[in-house]
């Protein structure tokens, strides 16, 4: 699978964005699909995920601003932020797996992963 995130900006705080993640080389529907970032100097963190069914999980520091989306049709991984702070800012890397072998919010999880758009959020 191939991924190619898209989307990122810069925005002042208070403000949305939405981030993309194209996925191209193998029938989409069944991998899990999440969205990690890292600003500098930080460790990789978890941010979101949906799994085939279009369950859904959230990191406690984005839950109800974020919101992450699947559209299989067309090969999409969506992530609508809203209210953005200046501690969201950071690269976004879009995840895909089909078969977890740890938890979803781990990045071990996942072996697949897109190039990152840079989200900055200016206070």
């Known amino acids: 699978v191939q991924l190619q995130a898209s989307g990122g900006g810069l925005v002042q705080a208070g403000g949305s964005l939405r981030l993309s993640c194209a996925a191209s080389g193998r029938t989409f529907s069944p991998y899990h699909l999440a969205w990690f970032r890292q600003a500098p100097g930080k460790e990789r963190e978890f941010v979101a995920a949906?799994?085939?069914?279009?369950?859904?999980g959230y990191a406690d520091s984005v839950k109800g601003r974020f919101t992450i989306s699947r559209d299989n049709a067309k090969n999409t991984v969506l992530l609508q932020m809203n209210s953005l702070k200046f501690e969201d800012s950071a690269v976004y890397l879009c995840?895909?797996?089909?078969?977890?072998?740890?938890?979803?919010?781990?990045?071990?999880?996942?072996?697949?992963w897109g190039q990152g758009t840079q989200v900055t959020v200016s206070s």
């Open positions: 949906i799994n085939w069914s279009g369950r859904t």
């Open positions: 995840a895909a797996e089909y078969d977890l072998r740890s938890a979803y919010f781990d990045q071990s999880s996942y072996d697949y």
